[in-house]
Each structure stands twice: as structure tokens, then as C-alpha cells.
């Protein structure tokens, strides 16, 4: 099935000359995405759903794969942790060095309440990140 993508006209029209134009615009912009996101996510959650159902009849006809004229569909499973004791986890970290098990991510709004504080965190800078507030006149 060939998808055929094509952007809203409110994407595509020349864009506005002045500064209030260009803000009005973003706004239209936005606005439409917002409507595409909700779309999608009731599209995402109907798929799900029907994810469930397919592998609640996988056991009930003994099968581990099956066939439409589409496409085929397999039970599959991956092994995740799900860490039960974090105190032991960390122990066992720092024991074997293995801080491969993380991820190296800051938590922005962490860093925001010690820096509210006045707190000196070493190794670390503040970097202003610089957006754009819209909002509804």
C-alpha cells in the first residue's frame, strides 16, 4: 500500500511578510498538528487494541504465526528489565562498574529545583535553551 503524504494547505501558502502574521500563522500550524496528533493517537490506540486480540488468539488456535493476504504476524517477546530493588541494583553498579545498565540523561527538572536552591552541581553548566511561547490572543 503506497502512502500518499500530503501536507495541509495551511503548510504549504506563502508565508506572511509580517511579524504578527508569522505568529498567527505558527498558531494556525499548531493548531493542525494538534488535530493530526489526536488523530493519531486514537489511530495508535485502535491498533493497539487490535494487537491484543490477535495475541489472545494465537494460543487459542496453538499457532506462534499466522498468515492474512497482507501480511503475516508472529508472536514475538523481549526480554526487558524491571528493576524490583534499586538500592541492590546501584550496589552492584558501582561494585562492577557496570554503569553500562544506565542511560546517561539528566533530569532537567531535578537540576531546575537544586539550581532554584542555589546549588553548585560539579561537571555541570546551565545552558539556556531558547524557544517560543504561543499562546490564543
Do not use: H
Not at 51 to 67: G, N, T
Amino acid at each position: 500500500m503506497p502512502i500518499n503524504l500530503k501536507l495541509p494547505s495551511i503548510f504549504t501558502r506563502k508565508r506572511p511578510k509580517t511579524l504578527g502574521g508569522l505568529i498567527d500563522r505558527l498558531y494556525e500550524m499548531r493548531a493542525a498538528r494538534l488535530e493530526e496528533n489526536e488523530r493519531f493517537k486514537l489511530m495508535k490506540k485502535a491498533e493497539s487494541e487490535l494487537v491484543d486480540v490477535i495475541l489472545d488468539e494465537f494460543p487459542k488456535v496453538d499457532l506462534e504465526k499466522a498468515s492474512g493476504k497482507l501480511a503475516t504476524g508472529s508472536v514475538t517477546g523481549t526480554d526487558v528489565p524491571n528493576v524490583t530493588d534499586w538500592d541492590a541494583l546501584e550496589k552492584f553498579i558501582k561494585k562492577n562498574d557496570a554503569f553500562d545498565l544506565l542511560q546517561r540523561r539528566c533530569n532537567t527538572a531535578a537540576f531546575q529545583d537544586r539550581w532554584d536552591d542555589k546549588a553548585v552541581i560539579p561537571g555541570v553548566e546551565v545552558f539556556r535553551k531558547i524557544g517560543l511561547s504561543l499562546t490564543k490572543r
